[in-house]
């Protein structure tokens, strides 16, 4: 069966730092994988998406991720974190169906 | 710009009771989700729904009734609301193909007392 790991619950981050967050999948296929990100009291919005090519994807606010087949991973980076950076990230995958699989979610909190 | 919104935001409910969750979506999408987000966990998908006036379940279904009467509107039910189903509860949509985003609704927070 397909799932989405993501084994840091929280992540805290000094600003100005960098930043990866974790995310490996299991699947029969190569899925697509996203990235989503939750701030607080909010839905979710879409931070970055892969398909096919380039394993390094840019997202919006500076994100990017990085695909890794051997390793069924897609890690979360941003080279220098803001404040407004706070707040919750999903990864996601979705193995060729309509039906997105979710990881569990990391908590970031950025230390002023 | 895409846009799913539910109502209401939040609410609390008493144990058996019957509770409506609505969504609406003006994206024109084909499909439409309802996830259930408790602390600790990602979304779980509840139902959903791909064309008007029919509905699928999710992973877990049990304890919740959901209907699209129409495109744009999906609604979540509870017949008889439990301690066990306070929760976050998002609505959302997307066009259906596998690679394009799925657009949220803010949440609804229910608590059952």
């Known amino acids: 069966a397909q799932s989405v790991t993501q084994p840091d619950a929280r992540v805290t981050v000094s600003e100005g730092a960098s930043l990866q967050l974790r995310c490996k999948y299991s699947?029969?296929?190569?899925?697509?994988l996203f990235w989503y990100v939750q701030y607080p009291r909010q839905g979710l919005q879409l931070l970055l998406k892969?398909?096919?090519?380039d394993p390094v994807v840019q997202g919006v606010n500076g994100f990017e991720a990085e695909f890794s087949k051997s390793n069924s991973s897609f890690h979360l980076r941003k080279a220098s974190v803001h404040w407004s950076d706070s707040a919750v990230y999903f990864c996601?995958?979705?193995?060729?169906?309509?039906?997105?699989?979710w990881g569990s979610g990391t908590k970031l909190i950025i230390k002023p | 710009e895409a846009a799913v919104t539910q109502s209401p935001r939040s609410k609390v409910a008493v144990t058996g009771g019957k509770v409506t969750l609505s969504c609406h979506q003006t994206n024109n999408h084909d499909y439409m989700y309802w996830y259930r987000q408790d602390t600790g966990h990602g979304l779980r998908l509840i139902h959903y729904?791909?064309?008007?006036?029919?509905?699928e379940k999710g992973d877990i279904p049990d304890g919740y009734k959901a209907s699209r009467p129409s495109q744009e509107n999906f609604s979540l039910i509870l017949e008889l609301a439990s301690l066990s189903q306070t929760a976050v509860y998002f609505c959302?949509?997307?066009?259906?193909?596998?690679?394009?985003?799925?657009?949220f609704g803010k949440g609804t927070r229910l608590t059952v007392v």
């Open positions: 699947s029969s296929v190569t899925p697509y």
């Open positions: 892969y398909y096919s090519g």
């Open positions: 996601a995958v979705t193995p060729r169906n309509y039906q997105l699989i």
């Open positions: 729904s791909y064309v008007a006036d029919s509905t």
């Open positions: 959302a949509s997307s066009d259906g193909r596998t690679n394009t985003e799925v657009f």
